[in-house]
């Protein structure tokens, strides 16, 4: 197909086109980096498939730390979710391979990169469901009988954490309200326990807008354009999904684990709306414990770009700290 002669239905620039006829065009982040050994880091990768059926296939990539003083040791999971405004990237690209083997070096923990259904072909909420899925499949390991050796052989659910950049944390956002929800709590049962969420420049907005996004009225038109692009079926930009304080929402005392870490950035358009999630979660009456890190002078995303600097490394290094930190006390 000639795309210089076709017609634009959308477009996000830089990011993705849709043209006319349906065709789909994605402008960034289509690189593919197979799974590996690394010896540099020490951590082993490989790809699985997590569900395939009729058309919904979900697949994920799987991390193992190596250098383990104890191979008996039960380490912490990580369940991730990559960014890319809900419609681009997996985590089978450079930028998100080399992330989170970073981060599982630097943790010491196991971690699951799950790729999720993309809009516009697969609107919201494929993301979500997907995701889900892919708990579910994870909670099947509690008593060493799933399918994935890996995880029978070196999780400890007592100390899962979901994470994710951006729409990533947008989605690990949902799945914990999910999970906090009396229906998913019987259906998790005792047997994994969703310790932590971790938001790194999390994906949350709203038709009015608040503290300095108003400010930047060019960046502030293609944010408000995206949720009603990959939700074309509740297209509101109060949806819940999104805006979790609009009015009606579900409880923020009802999410299902007892430690959050919001990561901001000075910059980041989504900023006023990380530290307006962390003051909403503060005083919901959650029986858990939220903090939150900004990052000065750098904007949207920095880290994955140069994983060597001095602040990704300190935000990785704060993440690190997250997921091993002591378990602490019910309030």
């Not at 990768?45 to 730390?65: E, F, G, Q, V, W």
């Not at 259904?117 to 469901?129: L, M, N, V």
């Not at 047997?191 to 009225?217: C, D, K, Q, T, Y």
Request: proline share 6%.
């Amino acid at each position: 197909m000639d795309s210089s002669k076709a017609e634009i239905a959308q477009e996000f620039p830089g990011m993705i086109r849709v043209y006319k006829d349906g065709h789909v065009e994605r402008l960034v982040d289509t690189d593919f980096v197979p799974a590996s050994n690394d010896t540099i880091t020490g951590v082993t990768s490989k790809d699985i498939t997590i569900l395939s059926k009729s058309n919904i296939s979900i697949s994920a990539r799987l991390y193992l730390p190596t250098k383990l003083a104890n191979p008996n040791q039960k380490l912490p999971l990580l369940v991730y979710f990559h960014g890319g405004a809900f419609c681009v990237s997996s985590p089978f690209t450079s930028k998100y391979y080399n992330y989170v083997n970073t981060l599982v070096s630097e943790a010491n923990v196991v971690a699951i990169s799950v790729n999720y259904r993309k809009a516009p072909e697969h609107p919201i909420p494929a993301a979500y469901e997907d995701s889900w899925a892919a708990l579910q499949w994870v909670e099947s390991h509690c008593n060493n009988g799933g399918p994935e050796a890996w995880l029978n052989e070196h999780v400890d659910f007592e100390r899962v954490f979901l994470a994710g950049e951006s729409s990533g944390a947008n989605v690990a956002y949902n799945l914990a309200m999910k999970v906090g929800e009396t229906q998913a709590q019987v259906q998790f049962g005792l047997n994994m326990g969703l310790l932590g969420v971790a938001l790194v420049h999390p994906f949350f907005w709203g038709s009015n807008p608040i503290g300095s996004e108003a400010r930047n009225p060019s960046r502030q038109a293609v944010v408000d354009r995206l949720w009603p692009f990959v939700c074309p079926a509740q297209p509101d930009n109060d949806d819940p999904r999104a805006n979790l304080v609009a009015e009606g929402v579900p409880s923020l005392a009802q999410l299902g684990c007892r430690r959050v870490l919001v990561c901001v950035a000075e910059k980041d358009i989504f900023r006023d709306r990380g530290w307006l999630f962390y003051e909403a979660l503060s005083r919901s009456g959650w029986m858990g414990v939220v903090e939150i890190e900004e990052t000065e002078g750098e904007d949207h995303g920095f880290h994955l770009y140069d994983l060597k600097c001095e602040k990704a490394r300190d935000l990785i290094k704060r993440l690190a700290d997250f997921f091993n930190r002591d378990i602490p006390p019910l309030i």
